[in-house]
């Protein structure tokens, strides 16, 4: 049967890209099964018939070309590998990140005899460096030079803007399992591009709650000043202020600067109940020490997402005890799966797992639903997006389902650092689901 997941394909090796890319979802979910499909030339901003295109691709009305263009699985077999690309710090601030993620991805596709949907793999590792101006260029190699079937990643918002602009064109089978831009599951959502982790909004919206709660009604916001941390400081204020709270002073900090002496005496000055911070990896590690060193640690209350605390604590030490966080994962979160990822992770790497790794993990655990759905046939595009659509992602942060527009509906905590731990308080919101505004998925 003719399949307009493969005339995407076509437009892509013929390279007409510019009369046909984006096609309405919408419609072809309305339409599939019934053998005809009605294609939304986005650029033009009209519907074309299953003819029309065709004869755009300058191929004649009948599927034969199209059919000798794309061999099905069986003539691909079994030995071919899918190609899995991973666009991800390994150097810079969030090298640990990077490297949490890859690791537990690559032990969530190792299990199952190392097959996925009865086909061997294999990993293509890019590194982001975390700097947005290289994503597209290398967005692009994996996909016109490596003709990877998935990416997955990255960590970085920004990153993550360049690389979903292209993955949607492309129609790239696209996992991210960590950059939380909220556009990607907002105005950019698509029906090949799936997050594992949060929208950015998600962590800091419950802190807000949590600090009302306690009495504490006035805070100074101070984060890397790039998509991540504006988004973060917006997921805050959404529950904070809505609710009464009132924000004193935000300070934003270039990314990846890790200059904060300015900025911790003007706070010192204000002297807020509380100040809600975005840092992560490296940045957090010197935010929390001098912090501590400034000699504020017992005099105004520190709050973030946990990404704060994550995967740091052994190197923030002493300064780190007793920091309180929000975040869709804790260290002692007492469930099965939990117990089982942590103790492989330790095994496996000599150290402890953390929520980058729970994110990594997932994704892999997403895709393994994927192309089992399709016994390996990544071609079938569609049923391969239902079924991860429909995937309950037993996590070791506990189940979670996707919202339609394809990011995690999930608990967040209250946790507190104690002994070097992200230990859990209390379920701070449950079922969170990010507004997703402006995805029409
Ligand atoms: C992001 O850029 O989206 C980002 C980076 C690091 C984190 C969380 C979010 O820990």
Redesign the pocket.
């Known amino acids: 049967m003719w399949d307009v997941l493969k005339v995407r394909a076509l437009v892509r090796e013929e390279g007409l890209k510019q009369s046909m890319r984006v096609f309405n979802w919408k419609e072809l979910k309305i339409l599939h099964g019934t053998g005809e499909y009605l294609m939304f030339d986005n650029r033009n901003k009209r519907n074309l018939t299953r003819r029309k295109a065709l004869s755009l691709l300058g191929v004649g009305a009948g599927s034969i070309a199209v059919q000798a263009a794309f061999p099905t699985r069986f003539a691909i077999g079994g030995d071919a590998k899918i190609k899995i690309g991973t666009l991800l710090p390994y150097s810079g601030t ?1 090298t640990w ?1 990077g490297e949490s993620i890859t690791n537990s991805f690559e032990q969530a596709l190792s299990s199952h005899g190392g097959k996925l949907g009865g086909r061997n793999f294999e990993l293509i590792k890019v590194d982001s460096e975390a700097k947005p101006p290289k994503a597209a260029g290398l967005t692009n190699k994996l996909i016109d030079q490596e003709k990877v079937d998935f990416i997955v990643g990255p ?4 990153v ?1 803007m360049a690389m979903t602009k292209i993955a949607r064109e492309e129609n790239m089978m696209t996992v991210i399992p ?4 909220n556009q990607v599951t907002g105005p950019l959502c698509s029906p090949n591009v799936f997050r594992t982790s949060f929208s ?1 909004w998600q962590p800091g919206h419950p802190m807000g709650k949590v600090l009302l709660e306690e009495g504490k009604n006035t805070a100074v916001l101070c984060y890397w000043s ?3 941390g504006k988004q973060s400081a917006e997921g805050f204020k959404d529950s904070f202020v809505q609710g009464g709270g009132k924000v004193l002073k935000e300070i934003g900090i270039p990314f990846p600067k890790v200059e904060f002496q300015a900025a911790l005496t003007e706070i010192a000055a204000i002297k807020p109940d509380a100040v809600y911070v975005f840092f ?2 490296a940045g957090a590690v010197k935010f929390v020490k001098d912090w501590a060193a400034a000699g504020l640690k017992d005099k105004i209350e520190l709050v973030g ?1 946990g ?1 704060l605390t ?1 995967g740091v604590t052994q190197a923030q030490g002493d300064a780190a005890e007793g920091i309180r966080t929000t975040l869709h994962y804790a260290d002692t979160l007492d469930n099965a799966a939990n117990r089982k990822f942590r103790a492989a992770y330790k095994r496996a790497f000599g150290k402890e797992a953390d929520v ?1 790794g729970v994110q990594g993990f997932d994704a892999g655990q997403l895709i393994r639903a994927g192309v089992d759905s399709v016994r390996g046939d990544v071609s079938a595009q569609y049923d391969m997006i239902a079924a991860m659509e429909r995937a309950v992602i037993d996590s070791p942060r506990g189940k979670w389902v996707f919202s339609p527009a394809h990011n995690p509906v999930q608990n967040f905590y209250l946790r507190e650092v104690r002994g070097g731990v992200n230990e859990v308080v209390r379920i701070a919101m449950e079922n969170l689901a990010d507004p997703a505004r402006g995805c029409r998925a």
């Open positions: 969030y990140l960590v970085h918002s920004g993550a960590n950059a939380g831009a950015n790039y998509g991540a992560a990896g997402p990404f994550e980058y």
